[in-house]
């Protein structure tokens, strides 16, 4: 069953640990942002496959390397909101989130030439990077 998020259903993928990571990692954010003292921040998405390795001579085993081959960069805000104005928020986010999703859609459409056949089930390994204060990122994007 697709998950419902303001009244939105989403696609996802039924994987227990797949969801503890990224809950894992969303309570990270939130704790950097706290530590900042901030209300928008980052969060890098990166969707790996593994290769052969190209430099590999005759006489070592084959080895492998992840490429990555897809980077986002999400940004956050966090809105603090009283109870008068939450009708209003929780309206524009519904739009915004709606309107990111349509955006989403059409693009992963047009764009989908780099993307590597999937092979097994773990075909994708993927990262979720939060920066620190002293990361830019155009280092982590390396």
């Not at 008068?84 to 349509?102: A, F, G, H, P």
Request: charged share 30%; with cysteine; net charge negative.
């Amino acid at each position: 069953m697709a998950p419902e998020v303001f009244d939105i259903n989403l696609p996802a993928i039924d994987d227990a640990e797949l969801e503890r990571n990224v809950e894992e990692k969303v309570q990270e954010f939130v704790k950097h942002l706290e530590s900042q003292g901030g209300q928008k921040g980052q969060i890098a998405v990166m969707f790996h496959e593994k290769r052969p390795k190209k430099n590999s001579s005759w006489f070592t085993a084959k080895a492998e390397e992840e490429v990555c081959w897809e980077r986002w960069a999400v940004t956050i805000s966090v809105v603090y909101r009283t109870e008068v104005d939450q009708r209003n928020i929780r309206k524009k986010v519904v739009e915004t989130l709606s309107n990111c999703l349509l955006e989403i859609i059409r693009y992963v459409n047009e764009k989908k030439d780099h993307i590597p056949p999937i092979t097994k089930p773990d075909a994708f390994p993927y990262q979720i990077v939060i920066p620190s204060s002293n990361d830019s990122w155009i280092s982590l994007f390396k």
